[in-house]
């Protein structure tokens, strides 16, 4: 009997960028620090960076929220690597002052690590 397991997810590794930020909860890579856009934004559970990409991130389905600044389409996103939720994407603004939002990944402080390369 041929016995089946779950098939794991292949891991990208951002081999080729000095600076990188990390889950904290499994050290999988999530961002290239060029990516990060602003370290101004509030998640859910505190402070969180906006990204323009990432890796090694799920996305589950789009839902609207009223966030802060307004109404939203945003969709959880998830570490692929320990499935903890890490924060959200921007599938929709609908203010057009909102709208560089869109495509765009918030990940909380709280759920990364900067890895290689950082100045303390």
Known sequence: MVKLSKSKTFQAYL??????????????????????????????????YLFNSVVNVGCGPAEER???????????????????????KYEHAFESSQKYKEGKY??????????NGWEE
């Open 106 to 115: 918030i990940i909380e402080v709280a759920h990364m690590i900067k890895d």
């Open 66 to 88: 009223v966030l802060l600044t307004g109404l939203h389409a945003v969709a959880d996103i998830y570490c692929e690597n320990c499935k903890t939720t890490l924060g959200w």
């Open 15 to 48: 081999t080729n960028c000095h600076r990188k930020y990390s889950c904290v909860h499994c050290r999988a890579h999530l961002a290239n620090h060029d990516e990060l856009i602003s370290k101004s934004f509030q998640g859910s559970q505190g402070r969180a």
